[in-house]
């Protein structure tokens, strides 16, 4: 049965994991990403390197093991060569000793023969692993190249994305701008002043039809006929044309004619 507080424990560490994800900043993702590709890159190289490296190191130690034959089998040559002088100087004993020279040199020389066979063999499998590491190297690094390419549009995309968010945010504030109820905006004030000004002009209109506005324009004409009859009365009086008393009967006779003129006028209507 399954350690229930092993599995929360899982759950828990996926759970961070994804809300480490998800919150994470986008450019240090692909900083990560980058250093991970240049990271693996160079641990193939250095393996690359290193299967290169024996493929050489056994080349040399053949080299090396081809002159020690050569060596060894000149040498070998020599002795039996003085081995030989020797037997037919009738010198047993140093055609002796050169014989036992010989075979050391042969024995050596078996050994080292039998080196060179074990290094070619070696050899030959570390030219195919060095074969197989150059060229996954080479994968490796077009891979990188590629990688690098994709890293730089993906910056390209963020920055764009990040634009894009920044110009998204600033249209939803400037949606959520509302305007103060409290203070009075120009299209109201415009429209109350407006409403004002047609009420004060519908007044004025109609006072202007009204009665009262043509009695009281009836009423100024008389008076201003009653003044003019007095005028006329003081001059006729300055000329002596009518006695001094009469002024009062002129006016009266004045006011007669101009009460006269306002009751033809009502009639009229």
Do not use: C
Not at 11 to 20: C, E, F, V
Not at 202 to 209: N, P, R, T, V
């Amino acid at each position: 049965m399954a350690n229930p507080f092993s599995k929360g424990w899982k759950y828990l560490m996926a759970s961070l994991d994804t809300k480490i994800d998800e919150n994470a900043d986008p450019k240090v993702q692909i900083q990560q990403a980058t250093e991970a590709a240049r990271k693996q890159h160079r641990e193939i190289t250095e393996a690359a390197a290193r299967v290169i490296g024996n493929r050489n190191q056994l080349e040399m130690q053949l080299d090396r093991l081809v002159k020690e034959r050569e060596t060894l089998e000149g040498n070998a040559r020599t002795a039996i060569q003085q081995a030989d002088a020797a037997t037919t100087a009738g010198d047993s004993a140093k055609a002796g000793e050169y014989s036992d020279t010989a075979e050391v040199f042969a024995t050596q020389l078996v050994t080292v023969e039998q080196q060179i066979e074990e290094t070619k063999q070696l050899h030959t499998q570390a030219a195919q692993a060095a074969d197989q590491a150059t060229a996954q190297q080479k994968q490796s690094e077009a891979r990188l190249t590629e990688q690098l390419s994709q890293i730089d549009q993906l910056r390209a995309q963020v920055d764009q994305a990040k634009m894009q968010e920044t110009s998204n945010q600033a249209l939803d504030a400037m949606q959520g701008i509302q305007a103060d109820d409290s203070v009075p905006t120009l299209d109201g004030v415009r429209s109350k002043i407006e409403a004002r000004y047609a009420n004060a002009l519908g007044a004025q209109e109609l006072a202007e039809d009204s009665v009262s506005g043509r009695m009281a324009e009836i009423e100024e004409a008389g008076q201003d006929f009653r003044a003019s009859a007095r005028l006329d009365q003081i001059r006729a009086e300055m000329k002596g044309e009518l006695p001094a008393g009469g002024a009062g009967d002129g006016a009266a006779d004045s006011d007669g004619a101009a009460e006269g003129a306002a009751d033809g006028t009502h009639k009229s209507e």
